[in-house]
């Protein structure tokens, strides 16, 4: 499998201006790729990639208006165009039903005012060193090896994040590591007030990075929105709101990665409920779905289960897990979210919102799975009966008379 090994960059003054210079190229490109794309749709043109290729790059690099293409290396002027038909394909491909996940939008325009950019460079226009990374026509980047790669890269991506660090990040190919086969499993259920709830009775605390720095946040922002727009105060004022924002974003990174890691060495299988992230996104507690990261959660155990031989199993959004009860399975009805224990009418077993959430996420998720793999029935042999044919003393379906 391909994962991707990200090391802090530091490029000196004259490396920096040369990778902005290549930036802004590869960003030209990319618009030049898709507007010949539209003019081409427009007029009713048929149009091959080798062709858009010949024309953004190759004999733009000849009129004055586009020579200063050639300061820069071609390789990220190929991936940049070849970037732009990736995003035409997976939009046809949305479009036809045949592509996995969300669907994606018509390709956008790169603009210049986005505070973050990044370049790519496939093997003929990189070389990993001693000291850091050699770029074409940037020399060596020094980079701070936090650790060895544990193969030959095939492409690094070169980033410039909107606080003004820079970052190179490796492609590269590592084995699964299948760890050893264990019979326990489990649930989780998310939520706003604690981040998860797990099936065993666990409780993962939510630890509301945002939330938490709120007010240098809210300091910075204010300060920015006083400078005058197109000053360079402002654009220092911008990149001080960047550094509040970094250790919100990298400490709820870290804490993710150590979840997700610890879920799926303790589990052979995880179930979780797949949420309708985006449009929770678009309510009143969005500031609160966007802080708390559960995409990225999901996200990461899925990744980690592939390379450690686990199961992440996703249970439908419209299940009723909150309306359950465990014990007896009695529907009692939605809830608002101000009830965090209820009693059943059924049975009366008194139950925790989300830790009876997370237990028929569970029965649910083994449902979905198939059951769970170390517990199967007749030690794998084929117990389900044979066909035949209905008789006549069989229940049917009750009719009324005519």
Known sequence: MLLRYRYRAYPSQGQARMLARTFGCARVV?????????????????ITDSDIQRRVITLAETRPEREWLAEVSSVTLIQACRDA???????????????????????????????????????????????????????????????????EPSSVTIIREADGRYYAAFVVE????????TSADVAIDLGLHRLAVCSDGEIIANPRHLRGRARKLARAQRSQARKRKGSVNRRKARIRVAVAHRP??????DAH???????????????????????????RLAKSVHDVGW????????????????????????????????VCG????????????????????????????ARN?????????????????????????????????EAGTRRSAA
Not at 30 to 45: F, I, K
Not at 248 to 253: G, P
Not at 366 to 387: D, K, L, M, Y
């Open 295 to 326: 995409g990225m959660l999901i996200r990461l155990l899925e990744e980690k289960a592939d390379r450690y031989g686990r199961q992440v199993v996703r249970v439908g959004r419209w299940f009723p897990s909150s309306r359950l009860c465990s």
């Open 85 to 151: 038909h990736t995003a035409y394909r997976s939009w046809f491909a949305g479009l036809a039903g045949t592509r996995k996940g969300r669907r994606v939008g018509h390709p956008k325009f790169r603009s210049r005012r986005d505070n973050r950019q990044a370049v790519r460079l496939t093997r003929n226009g990189f070389s990993a060193t001693r000291r850091g990374v050699r770029v074409a026509k940037t020399g060596d980047i020094r980079l701070k090896w936090s650790r060895p790669l544990p193969s």
């Open 30 to 46: 990319y618009n030049d790729a898709l507007r010949v794309r539209e003019t081409a749709h427009a007029s009713g043109e048929r």
């Open 361 to 393: 996420i569970l029965a649910q998720g083994r449902i979905v799975a198939g059951g769970h793999p170390e517990t199967q029935n007749a030690c794998g042999a084929g117990v389900r009966p044979s066909e035949g044919s209905a008789t006549g003393t």
């Open 257 to 283: 990665h150590k979840l997700s890691l610890r879920l799926v060495r303790e589990n052979q299988a995880v179930y979780v409920e797949d949420l309708a992230i985006t449009g929770m996104a678009r309510i």
């Open 174 to 181: 590592v084995g699964t590591v299948a760890l050893p086969h």
């Open 330 to 357: 009695h529907n009692d009805g939605p809830k608002p979210l101000s009830v965090r224990r209820w009693t059943c009418a059924t049975c009366g077993a008194e139950h925790d919102r989300d830790l009876n959430a």
């Open 248 to 253: 919100v974003r990298e400490t709820r990174l």
